[in-house]
């Protein structure tokens, strides 16, 4: 089946650096790849979608400034959580699209971020 | 514009009893839906999808669903729950023709010994 892998599963950093989080379709092409923030307890609340070569689509409420995205190339998408602070501590996950299999969507680990 | 409603945010069963996760949708396309798990700490995996064939969907693990479109419904079955069952469980409707996935609140499934 389809996989995407997500790197790192965790990191801890400091208030005020940067973050970048991978994800990898390691047997297909993704023409897009969605972001997704789970605080504890809820559901998935979508941040982005990112195509391919073009920029991101946010989701109202969520920054772009602060949270970089970028899909260079039809395997992999990052997501740069810039100056973090701790209420940016989250679980972040990620999901890609195989255009050969329209409807669905696969998803990374996640990544759990601790900012301290 | 697409939503899904999971009615309960907790279920707990006994061991060996059925699991009924509940999930309605709303939808202005022919949706897709789908049934991810998430145990703690950890990533989603895909139960199982409706994508407009079969309206019996059945999935892995002994789970199955049913999309039924008069009820606007996709509700999640399993005859015998197992210990392993518990974890957090979404359903998911794509969104239109973007086909961006729309997550319910998610429904955490309590298995008692």
């Known amino acids: 089946g389809a996989v995407v892998s997500q790197h790192p599963s965790w990191v801890i950093c400091k208030s005020g650096t940067s973050v970048k989080i991978e994800c990898r379709s390691l047997?297909?092409?993704?023409?897009?790849m969605f972001w997704y923030r789970q605080f504890p307890k809820q559901s998935l609340m979508l941040m982005a979608t990112?195509?391919?070569?073009?920029?991101?689509?946010?989701e109202q409420g969520v920054e772009k400034d602060k949270f970089l995205i970028n899909h260079a190339s039809l395997t992999l998408s990052t997501l740069t959580v810039t100056s973090a602070h701790p209420e940016d501590s989250s679980f972040y996950i990620c999901?890609?699209?195989?255009?050969?299999?329209?409807?669905?969507?696969?998803f990374g680990q996640g990544t759990r971020l601790t900012v301290v | 514009a697409q939503s899904v409603t999971q009615l309960d945010s907790h279920v707990s069963v006994s061991e060996g009893t059925p699991v009924l996760l509940r999930c309605n949708y709303s939808?202005?396309?022919?949706?897709?839906l789908f049934w991810y798990v998430q145990h703690p700490n950890k990533g989603l995996q895909l139960l199982l999808k409706?994508?407009?064939?079969?309206?019996l969907v059945k999935g892995i693990n002994g789970f199955e669903a049913e999309f039924k479109k008069s009820e606007t419904s996709f509700h999640l079955t399993k005859p015998s729950a197992h210990m392993s069952d518990a974890a957090e469980y979404f359903c998911?409707?794509?969104?239109?023709?973007?086909?961006?996935?729309?997550f319910g609140r998610g429904t955490s499934l309590i298995v008692h010994p």
């Open positions: 999901s890609a699209r195989d255009f050969a299999v329209f409807t669905e969507a696969f």
């Open positions: 047997d297909f092409q993704a023409t897009t």
């Open positions: 990112s195509n391919e070569g073009s920029k991101a689509t946010y």
């Open positions: 939808s202005s396309y022919s949706p897709s």
């Open positions: 409706y994508t407009s064939a079969a309206t």
């Open positions: 998911v409707v794509t969104r239109g023709g973007s086909y961006i996935p729309t």
